[in-house]
């Protein structure tokens, strides 16, 4: 008797640690608050000498043992001043000059220069664009890479730029002591949230109470007005071509794939499927509209159509059909299982740079959703 208790209890414990870990898969990181430790994460080291000797990392002799990445456990001082930007980002552009009036009072400050660091992270931009934003706002403080979002969406993906962090070295790990979101104009108050951030007792910072109104901000900014069967329709109008019929469209679940939806299609006396992803993306700067739009594929992973819902440019204005067409081209014919960094000189449309990176990043994490239609079977 006492075996058969002993071998439910087993099965029951491994039913809710699938049904825990299929629960974990669908759910997405939190936007980081005051109190969370800053998640484990590598920058890329693609700092100068300058910029290194700056950070405090260690001496190294002829470039020997020198790393690929960095974290910020690698920075030496007591408080990291991290800062999220957009070279395209209006309010990033106006901040820039603050951020370095700051930075010049903390480095002048004999109390402040070794307790304070500043460090940048180009969210969706490259190298390229990261020194020339640097060259522009004369950006005295290290800025990196982060040209797929990994380091934006290590935080939540918070859907806004600039978004500042201040973060404690602590026995107990890199703790978020305060948190700003968008434009700052005035120095002053970024030094005293430095101040308070370097007198905050940590382990009051772990105690208190999570705030919700950054997760609330950006759920408001990703709402879609349509309904449930209008999306419907316009994942049918997606699958539509002059060469086939569409039989049915119908909505499918994957773990990693909300918002899917599969087309039978019938060409003559041929069958096969078509496949619709819904997109919806934050913002990256913190006075721009959510980006909405699905994109057609086929069983090969080729991208057939793209359908824009909500894609704007500067002044959050819409895009005009000659936008629509050149970023249709541009997508069109590529493959999701053969991911292309997204290029801002090529694949940008006017003054729409931030949104066609984010339409571009989304293609190209499209591929794990193509790996989950194959193994649920709808790709052969």
């Known amino acids: 008797m006492k075996k058969i208790v002993l071998i439910i209890t087993i099965g029951i414990l491994l039913i809710y640690s699938f049904s825990l870990k299929a629960l974990e898969a669908k759910v997405k990181t939190r936007i980081i ?3 969370d430790f800053f998640p484990e994460f590598s920058f890329p080291m693609t700092l100068s000498k300058q910029d290194e000797d700056y950070l ?7 470039g020997w043992g020198k790393k690929d990445t960095f974290s910020l456990k690698d920075i030496k001082g007591d408080l990291i001043v991290l800062e999220y930007l957009n070279k395209y980002c209006f309010s990033c552009q106006l901040q820039a000059p603050i951020m370095n009036q700051v930075f010049n009072k903390v480095t002048s400050d004999i109390r402040l220069k070794d307790k304070v660091k500043f460090l940048g992270v180009g969210a969706g931009n490259n190298q390229r664009e990261v020194e020339s934003f640097r060259q522009e706002k004369k950006v005295a403080f290290p800025i990196v890479p982060d040209p797929k979002f990994l380091a934006y969406e290590a935080i939540g993906d918070p859907g806004a730029t600039p978004f500042t962090l201040f973060i404690r070295k ?3 790990g890199l703790i978020v002591a305060q948190v700003k979101v968008g434009l700052t104009k005035e120095p002053e108050k970024i030094l005293h949230e430095i101040d308070q951030a370097l007198q905050t007792d940590w382990n009051v910072l772990l105690k208190q109470k999570k705030d919700t109104g950054l997760e609330q901000a950006k759920e408001k900014k990703l709402f879609l007005p349509y309904t449930e ?7 049918q109008e997606a699958m539509l071509h002059a060469e086939w ?3 049915k469209v119908t909505k499918i679940d994957l773990a990693d794939g909300e918002g899917l939806f599969l087309g039978e299609i019938e060409q ?3 069958k096969f499927y078509l496949f619709a992803k819904l997109v919806s993306r934050a913002p990256t700067c913190d006075i ?3 980006t909405h739009f699905i994109f057609t594929f086929n069983e090969q992973g080729m991208i057939l159509n793209f359908l824009p819902l909500q894609v704007t440019k500067k002044n959050n204005l819409p895009w005009d059909e000659k936008e629509i067409e050149q970023m249709k081209k541009r997508l069109v014919g590529r493959s999701i299982l053969q991911p292309v960094d997204f290029d801002p000189q ?3 449309v006017s003054s729409a740079t931030m949104t066609a990176a984010l339409i571009v990043d989304s293609i190209n994490k499209a591929k794990s959703i193509y790996e989950g239609l194959k193994n649920k079977g709808y790709i052969k």
Do not use: M, N, W, Y
């Open 229 to 235: 069967s209008e999306i419907l329709k316009k994942a």
């Open 56 to 62: 405090g990392f260690p001496q190294k002799f002829l």
């Open 288 to 290: 721009c509209h959510a």
């Open 245 to 247: 019929k569409v039989l």
């Open 170 to 172: 602590t026995e107990a």
């Open 346 to 348: 090529v694949d940008t």
């Open 268 to 270: 003559g006396r041929k």
């Open 33 to 35: 608050t005051p109190g």
